[in-house]
């Protein structure tokens, strides 16, 4: 099987491949010496779809899933057939946190859907730099609809400029076309004047 790998171009998530092997409707024995062999079982679905099950290597989709990777577009391909998809649900071993099965969603080009993407803030702000104030980053991740196509891989904010007693809401965020799921009111984060703070 092929290394996969992910990657981001112009901030958008772009379409990778992940290989799979076909498998049968087996028993729960079954399906645990599949995972002791480092696969996971897998299904396919979507509207309209007949359901595909499948498994893939731990290690391969580990390298396409992870922090700053839960919104890939992936090509899973099983004997020959291919399917871009999303991942959907992620089952773990609640001790081991092994994963022990996943849902992939098939996605239409021309139909949104619904991710979540972090936000990342960049730099200082100057009411914690000169005035005294005390940074809180309330949001780290919120949700949005889009095309498959136009999902960012992260929204970054310059928090350079802004000074003591200010809060910016979830709502202020460039989305760059994508429609805001999460609840316009949520606050990212503020910054709480302190001592010195200018009056």
Known sequence: MARCFFEEESNKMKLITLNANSREVTSQGDLNTLRASDSIP????????????????????????????????????????????????????????????????????????????PVHLEGVPVGVRTQGGAFMQQTKVIRVSCLPAEIPASFSIDINEYEAGFSYYVRNIDLKGARLESSDRAVLFTIKSGRGAAK
Do not use: M, W
């Open 42 to 117: 897998a299904v396919i679905y979507g509207k309209g779809a007949e359901p595909v099950l499948c498994s893939v290597k731990q290690t391969e989709f580990r390298d396409v899933y992870g922090p700053g990777r839960r919104n890939n577009l992936l090509n899973v391909v099983v004997g020959g057939s291919e399917y871009s998809v999303i991942v959907y649900d992620v089952q773990k071993d609640v001790i081991t946190q092994q994963i022990v099965h996943l849902d992939f969603k098939l996605v239409r080009e021309d139909e949104t859907i619904k991710v979540y993407v």
